[in-house]
Every structure is written in C-alpha cells, then in structure tokens.
C-alpha cells in the first residue's frame, strides 16, 4: 500500500484527535475544576473527601489539556501562533489558575490546619478562574476571534455557561464518588448547576448563528436541518433524563450514582459536536481552514503512528488507575 | 518597551522557575526507586521510612513542575509563533513524543505511587514508582533531543523558509545530544543528591537519629561523591563539543576576544563589550589553551571573529555566559570537595561531625545553582539565534504589544516568588516536623502492610475494591 495515500486525510485526522483530546479534557479536568468551584459551598468537614476524590486524577486530567495544545502546536502550526497571541491575555489567566489550582492540591496537603483556609481559597479561586477563562476564549474564539464589546459580552456569557456546566460535571462527580450528606449535597448543586448549562448552552446555540452567516446557513438550511434536529433535541432529552434522575436520587443501593454522571457528559458531547460543525472546516473560524494551517505530511505521519500505538496504551493503564481509585472517595495516604 | 527582550525575560523566567523542579524530579524518581527497592530486599521499614519522607517532597515538586510547564507549552505560541511556524515540522513530532511516552505515564502513574501503597500489591506499587522515575526521564530525553537539535540542527532541509525533516536519525541524535543529555541528567542526579543530603543534615542538626535519617544521608552524600567527577569528566567532553560546533559561545565562555594560541584560563575579569576587552583578569597562563586543546600553544577561538563587516554583532553577551561558567564550574568544585570529605567521615568514620552537617544544609541548594547557571551559558551562548543557523530568536517573536507582555510578566514573576517561597518554607517544614516527630509509624497489619487508620464516621462507607 501507497503510504502517502493517507496524506491528504492527515489534516482531518489531526483535527478529530485535537478535538477528541479538547473533549476528553473538558469532560475529564471539567470535573477537577468543577469540584474546586464547588468546594466553598461545602462545610469544612467534606472538603478533604472533595479534594480525595479527584487527588489521584487531576494530574493525569489535566495532561489532556498538554496533549491537545500540543496537537494544535504540532499539527497546525499557523493556526496555534494566530490563536494564542490573539488570546494573549486570557491564556495567561487561565495559566496562573491553573498553576494556583494544581499547587494549591499540594501545599494543602502539607499545610498545617490553621492554614488550610489560605490553600482552600487558593485552590477554589485557582478553578473559578481556570473555568471561567477557557470559557470566555471558547466564546471568543466561536465568533472568530473578534475583539470590541459584543465579542467581549459574549464570552462573558460562554464562561459563565462552562463554568455552570463544570460545576455541574463536578457535583456529578461526587455524587458518584461521596455518600452521606455530601452526596444530597452534590444532586442539589448539581441541579441549579444543570439549570445554569441549560440556559448557556441554548443561549450559545441561538447567538452563534445569528452571528455569523456562515454558521447559519450551515444549520439552517435544507436538507442539513432535518439532519441536524436530533442534536437539539437529544440534548433536551438528556437534560430531561439528567434532572429528572436527580429527583429520584440519592438512591440506597447506589446503582444509579453515576447516571447524573453520564448524563450530563453525554450533554458535553453534544454541545462539542454542535459547535465542531459549526467550525469545519475552519481551525481559525472564518480565517484559515484545517488544511490550510497543517505541518508537513511527512512530519503529521510520524505523530500519527506514535499515536496509533501509544493512545491505546494511556487510556489502557488510565482505567486501571480509575480502577485502583474507584468507588467511593476515601482518606489519601502516603504512607 | 520592547516586546522582544520583554518576551525573552518572560520566556527565560518560567523556564528558569520549571527547571528547578524537574531537575529534583528526574533523579528523585530513582532515589525513591532505590529505597524501595531496599525495602523489598531487606524488609528493614527504616527504607520505606525514607520513601515517605522523599515521596512528598517528590509529589510537591512535581506538581510545581507540572504547572509551569504548562505554561512554556502556551508560550510557544503566545510568545514565540515564529518558533513553531518555521521549524514546527521537527519540533512538533518530538514535544508530541515527548507528551505520548511521559506525560501521561507519570501523570498516571503518580497517583498511584503517592496513594496507591494500600490500594495495590506491593510489586505494583514498585513498578509505579519506576515508571514515574521512567517517564520523569523520557521526557528529559526528548526535549533535550529538541534542545540539542536547535543548538546543533542536523538532518533537515530548507523549503520556503520552512524547516522540512530528511532523516529523523540525524535529528534525534545530533551531535550535542549524547552530551547534553548526560550532563543534565547527572546535573539532576546531583541536585536531587545535594537536596537529600542537605535537607537530612538539617534534621541531624536538629537531632534527629532515625535509621531512616542516616539511610537518606548515606545515600544522598555517596550519589553525590560518584556523580560529580562522571559530571566534570561529561562537562569537559560538553565543551569539547560545542568548540566544534557553537565556537563563539566558548569564546564567550573563556572571555577570550582574539584567535589566538596560549590562552590563558581566566579565574576572574569583568568582560566588557563597549571596549571589547577584560578588566582587571585574574589568570593561569595557557590554561584555556590546555583544557580545550590539550596543548599550551593550541588556538582557542576569539570573540572579533564573530562581528559581521557592517559590525553586527554574531556572538552572544559576553558577562552573562562568561559568569554563568564561573559560577557552574565554582558550584562543582564545591560540590566536589564536600561530597568526598563526607563520604570519607560516613563510609570510614562512620560519624557526621558537625561542621560537616553545617556545610550541607546550605548546599541543599546548590544543583539549583549550578544548573540554572550552566542552561543561562548554553542558552545564552546560543544566541542571537534560536535555532543555530536556522531561525534568529528575534525573528521568532509573535505580534504582541510591550505592554501586554510587562503586564504578564509581573503577574508570572509576582506568582514564581510566591510559590518558590511557599516550596522552600514547605520543604524546610516537612524536615522539621519529621525531625521532632521522628519515624512515627503505624502498625502493621497481618499483610505486613501498617494498618489502615480506622475509618471515622463521615468518611466513606463503601471499601476501595
């Protein structure tokens, strides 16, 4: 076989595994970053079992976030230099939370008790700041990376969507992963948080084509419009089945724990997959297609046939690390 | 201001600050392997002891090391778009190595060798513990392939401005690579040594005579002994190198400005480029000469070859690489001299004499010292370009305004101080309170694992498995 038949489809290729990474991230650190926006709303004798159900993961979480910034870096390098100095200053706020989220696990562990209150706080601001900034660039980056005050309100309005939406991935989390009074705490959280996405997510689907012609004439128009309505709608079927599932927990036996879980992950797919249409063939909306920003073949082709053989081989030993990890959060130990 | 140098103190900022972590890392990794492996030999829980002492100074700076570097990878293309826009093709397949083979394998294995000695076998445990301190040096391995190729570019073609790859065995292994790997990973060997031995003569200071105590000390001050000759014999070998390919960078190194035979080794002068000339030299005749040519009469290359006629300057600031040697090779000899003297008081006295104990609490430090100051030569020295040859830094900078990079750059800087202060105080704290507290244990269950602390009632409910 010609191998460089395959060279055409690199820039595709490259561009659904950035966005499967931006996905798995989103899903995976959403709920570490959801967990830490939550922590102030809990009495203190729960934080430690917050911060226990996501202290062997958040690491792991958030290399995703590393892998799909190094797929952009890697595959797309026009496209990733034109992102990033346009999103100069976001992009450092969403660095410093990140670097005050990521410490602030540490030091809080080696912190004696009158000091947990600082790292707490740090740990909290470090994951509202992190959350809010990827959801102001997302806004922005949605209407083509504009500046000028629509473009600024409207990424306001995406952070505080992501952010609701976090926090909703985050007390799905500990529904899952907690018991007792934390758990009827999370399933309320998790049901104003739930109202919150709700609201973003189809303020989001309304503003976005009305922004942007080419974005409605890519969902409006026939026959795409009958082939796209399930999208919609079956975001609306899970946020029904989500919400109504909180209703009916907490659940004694736990079989249904991780059903908000599910439900509102599969919500998060959805919304990604709405706004990936929305963007194709654009890397930068409006501005410079997948193919136009993509490396060399040659070099896209090495990345990939590491990647073929590698990728099985992380989300193989990340389960066992979930396995190791799983049921409910009990006390981390060093020792 | 000007948002090129701007870019370049922010730049040289967080990978200061990121160095310093992984740099413990990379080695600590093969401690703790070590004392496990001790553990599993011998059975004595002194070893496991040390290991839990180690695995949270580990976890800290990992953390620390994760998170800013995270920020250089945003930095790429904030900062420096030109970087990945001309050479991405070679760069971009090896940081994508670099984030398939050790990121995720330490990422995930971390969990599991911080909280997982309860929760998995003890051989699973084990080979958690090695595959941290494996993807710590993968990841080593490939951005030095990367540093190495964009100091010595080999295996590469131009076509439109843009770097294509045509043979990845040349690029992987370019002729500063062997070199520079080594270096760094004994540079780190030796940080993470002098961090060990430092921090347990702190808590022998303060009275602490726990088996495990001795046995990180030990451990700490012979790595140390065997590292730092192999380190001044790969040093040596490191410049040899870069004479051949990067000749201007060692003039600067030697504050030498003509070509010239019978250079002498300068131990002190102040370089001062308006003149193009040394200030008040300190030196040993032909000692330049003999190190880098083995002969007294050998030609060393000078600083004025590398002025272009209409007077560009081509070589790199001469203080700052010509400081930064100084203040290296200085730290080795010390470290030199106190690793031996207390190898000989540990191995054939058998005793730690106080003034000894004084000596290595403030060398806890020292790799950090030297190794920063080795990367500002190296990296310094290789400007004004950013890929030899290839790409000048200047040409790399990004449409950014100068405000806009001061501002963040405070913010970063404001945050670094921070946050090293918090890790010093932390670290410090850790030895203290293991001091006073002692090899305090809990006691083993019928698997021979210490007990599970009973479970309080708001805890979980539900068993691990």
């Given amino acids: 076989m010609d191998i460089t038949l395959i060279y055409p489809h690199l820039p595709l290729i490259f561009a659904g595994l950035m966005g499967i990474s931006i996905l798995v991230y989103v899903v995976l650190d959403g709920f570490d970053l959801g967990v830490g926006i939550l922590f102030p709303l809990a009495p203190a004798e729960d934080r430690d079992r917050m911060i226990a159900s996501i202290g062997p993961f958040w690491d792991a979480n958030e290399t995703w976030l590393v892998l799909a910034i190094g797929i952009l870096l890697v595959a797309f390098p026009a496209a990733h230099g034109e992102i990033l100095t346009a999103l100069y200053l976001p992009v450092t706020i969403m660095l410093i939370g990140l670097i005050a989220r990521g410490v602030a696990f540490e030091f809080r562990a080696k912190a004696q008790a009158s000091e947990k209150w600082l790292w707490n706080r740090i740990f909290f601001a470090g994951s509202l700041i992190t959350a809010l900034s990827q959801g102001y660039m997302l806004g922005i980056y949605t209407l083509g990376l504009q500046s000028g005050f629509q473009a600024f309100a409207f990424g306001i309005l995406v952070a505080i969507c992501l952010t609701a939406t976090y926090a909703a991935i985050g007390a799905a989390w500990l529904i899952y992963k907690t018991d007792g009074q934390l758990q009827a705490n999370a399933i309320s959280w998790m049901k104003k948080a739930l109202i919150f996405t709700l609201i973003g997510m189809a303020a989001i689907s309304i503003i976005t084509p009305l922004a942007s012609d080419r974005i409605f004439e890519k969902w409006f128009a026939i026959p795409e419009i009958i082939a796209l309505a399930p999208l919609p709608l079956m975001s609306g079927l899970f946020f029904i089945f989500t919400y109504w599932q909180l209703k009916h927990l907490p659940d004694e036996t736990e079989r249904f724990s991780l059903l908000p879980f599910i439900g509102i992950v599969a919500i998060m797919v959805l919304g990604f997959a709405g706004l990936a249409y929305s963007f194709y063939p654009y890397i930068v909306p409006e501005k410079m297609t997948i193919v136009d920003a993509a490396s060399a073949p040659e070099s896209l082709l090495i990345i990939l046939f590491g990647t073929a053989f590698v990728l099985p081989v992380i989300v193989g030993y990340s389960i066992f690390a979930y396995r190791v990890f799983g049921g409910k959060a009990t006390e981390l130990r060093y020792d | ?465």
């Fill in chain 2, 1 to 465: 201001m000007d948002p090129f140098i701007l870019s370049r103190m922010q730049f040289g900022a967080n990978i200061t600050f990121h160095i310093l972590f992984p740099t413990i890392t990379i080695a600590l990794g093969w401690i703790l392997l070590f004392f496990k492996y001790r553990y599993n030999k011998t059975g004595d829980q002194a070893w496991m002891d040390a290991y839990f002492f180690w695995v949270k100074i580990f976890a800290l700076s990992f953390a620390m090391g994760v998170v800013s570097g995270i920020t250089m990878s945003f930095q790429f293309g904030t900062n420096w778009p030109g970087f990945m826009e001309t050479v991405g093709n070679i760069a971009g397949p090896l940081l994508a190595y670099e984030v398939l083979t050790a990121f995720f394998l330490e990422a995930v294995f971390l969990g599991i060798m911080l909280f997982g000695f309860r929760r998995v076998s003890n051989r699973v445990h084990t080979l958690a513990t090695f595959l941290v301190a494996f993807g710590t040096t993968m990841s080593a391995f490939w951005i030095l392939v990367l540093n190495s190729w964009m100091h010595t570019p080999q295996g590469y073609e131009i076509i439109d401005g843009i770097a294509h790859a045509t043979d990845w065995f040349a690029i992987v292994f370019n002729p500063s690579l062997p070199y520079r790997l080594s270096h760094m990973l004994l540079a780190s060997g030796l940080t993470a040594a002098f961090l060990v031995a430092g921090l347990s003569a702190l808590r022998w200071l303060l009275g602490d005579r726990t088996a495990s105590m001795f046995k990180a000390l030990k451990t700490g001050v012979t790595l140390a002994a065997i590292l730092i000759p192999l380190q001044i014999f790969a040093g040596d070998l490191h410049g040899l190198n870069t004479l051949e390919h990067q000749p201007a960078k060692v003039a600067a190194m030697e504050g030498n400005w003509e070509t010239k035979g019978n250079v002498p080794l300068l131990l002190f002068a102040l370089p001062d480029e308006e003149t193009r000339s040394n200030k008040f030299e300190l030196s040993i005749p032909n000692g330049a000469s003999l190190i880098l040519k083995h002969e007294a009469d050998g030609v060393v290359p000078g600083l004025n070859d590398f002025v272009a006629e209409d007077g560009t300057i081509l070589h790199p600031p001469v203080a700052a690489v010509f400081w930064g040697f100084r203040i290296m090779v200085g730290t080795g000899f010390a470290m030199l001299f106190l690793s031996w003297i207390g190898s000989y008081y540990l191995w054939r006295k058998d005793e730690f004499p106080k003034p000894l104990a004084y000596l290595f609490v403030p060398m806890a430090l020292s790799g950090w010292v030297a190794t920063i100051a080795g990367w500002y030569v190296t990296e310094i020295g290789r400007q004004p370009w950013l890929v030899t040859g290839v790409l000048k830094t200047a040409d790399a900078l990004g449409p950014i305004a100068g405000g806009m990079v001061l501002s963040t750059f405070i913010a970063y800087l404001a945050t670094y101080f921070i946050l090293l202060g918090a890790y010093i105080f932390v670290v410090v704290r850790l030895a203290v309170k293991a001091a006073k507290s002692g090899d305090k244990r809990p006691e083993p269950d019928a698997t021979g694992k210490p007990a599970l602390p009973g479970a309080t009632p708001n805890q979980a409910s539900l068993p691990a498995e």
